[in-house]
C-alpha cells in the first residue's frame, strides 16, 4: 500500500515563502513520476507540478511558472514543492500524488494521493 503524507503548509503573508514536503512509503518511489496538485474551496482541482521519475524533466501550470519549483530526493522517497512569492490567490488545500500513467498535467494520471496540506495566503 502507498502513502503519501504532505507537510510543510501553514499561513504566510503575500510575498513569503514556503517548502511543501511529500514523503511517501514503499520501495518503489524512485520508479515513479510525482505530482502536486491544489484544490481551493469551491474550485476544481488543479495542476501545480510534476517531475519525472529521475528528475531530470519537471513541469509547472501556468499559475505558478517561475514561482515554484518543484524537486524530490529519490534517497529520502521525498518530494518536495518550493513556493516563491505566494498570492493570495495560492491559498489552497495541496496534494502530492504519485503518477501512473497518462498527461502529467490531468489528475486522473494519478492513481495515489496524499491527504494534502493546507496553505493560506494573507494579503
Known amino acids: 500500500q502507498v502513502q503519501l503524507v504532505e507537510s510543510g503548509g501553514g499561513l504566510v503573508q503575500a510575498g513569503g515563502s514556503l517548502r511543501l514536503s511529500c514523503a511517501a512509503s514503499g520501495r518503489t518511489f524512485s520508479n515513479y513520476a510525482m505530482g502536486w496538485f491544489r484544490q481551493a474551496p469551491g474550485k476544481e482541482r488543479e495542476f501545480v507540478a510534476a517531475?519525472?521519475?529521475?528528475?531530470?524533466?519537471?513541469y509547472y501550470g501556468d499559475s505558478v511558472k517561475g514561482r515554484f519549483t518543484i524537486s524530490r530526493d529519490n534517497a529520502k522517497n521525498t518530494v518536495y514543492l518550493q513556493m516563491n512569492s505566494l498570492k493570495p490567490e495560492d491559498t489552497a488545500a495541496y496534494y502530492c500524488?504519485?503518477?501512473?500513467?497518462?498527461?502529467?498535467?490531468?489528475?486522473?494520471?494519478?492513481?495515489?494521493w496524499g491527504q494534502g496540506t493546507q496553505v493560506t495566503v494573507s494579503s
Open positions: 500524488a504519485r503518477r501512473s500513467s497518462g498527461s502529467y498535467y490531468d489528475a486522473p494520471s494519478y492513481a495515489y
Open positions: 517531475i519525472s521519475w529521475s528528475g531530470g524533466s519537471t
